[in-house]
């Protein structure tokens, strides 16, 4: 098996536990913990920078917080989540995307006040998973590219949060030497 076949394989097996997590945290009506999920989940798509990782990220976050605002999700979502679930046991990545698709169809076509609300959300989930991963060391062109947002609408969030006004552990020169050395060993 290459590595690209068990860098696959972690990912799917990753993303299978986490859609099991977020079922019993919607059934459980917990935004909090969703919410958490979805941070958990963009960690990992800032380690692999998957498109599948990330759109689960993104959808998740979606739903926290609709379900923060209406106390419930709709019963279709986690049958929707179920499906999607299956579909990456069987290994099939094509029909899994089509349902979390589905699933951004359904919740937006619920009424036409959460339709617009949920384009909303779904805008501003993006927005906010591309500036966590551009927190990660991914690139601000990159993680907009990612999310299909432009740099613009990434560089306006990122300018109002303190990303910047971290401070990191400075190495030295011979630090940072002995670094970059040992990549190339």
């Known amino acids: 098996m290459e590595d690209k076949d068990i860098l696959f394989e972690e990912e799917r097996k990753d993303m299978i536990n986490l859609l099991g997590e977020a079922i019993k945290i919607i059934k459980k009506n917990d935004s909090l ?15 692999f920078q998957n498109n599948e990782v990330i759109l689960l990220a993104v959808v998740i976050h979606a739903l926290a917080k609709v379900l923060e605002r209406m106390l419930y999700l709709d019963p279709k ?46 805008n501003e989930s993006k927005i906010k998973k591309g500036t966590n991963l551009y927190e990660h060391g991914i690139s601000l062109g990159q993680s907009a590219e990612i ?39």
């Open 147 to 185: 999310l299909g947002l432009t740099r613009w609408e990434l560089m306006q969030y990122v300018g109002k949060t303190k990303i910047h006004d971290k401070v990191k552990e400075k190495m030295k020169l011979k630090e940072r030497l002995d670094h970059v050395r040992a990549l190339f060993v």
């Open 77 to 122: 979502v986690t049958e929707i989540l179920e499906e999607a679930k299956d579909y990456l046991e069987k290994e099939n990545v094509d029909k899994y995307n089509k349902k979390i698709r589905e699933l951004l169809k359904h919740i937006s076509k619920q009424d036409k006040k959460l339709g617009k609300y949920m384009e909303h959300v779904i």
């Open 33 to 47: 913990k969703l919410g958490g999920l979805s941070d958990h989940i963009i960690h990992c798509a800032a380690i």
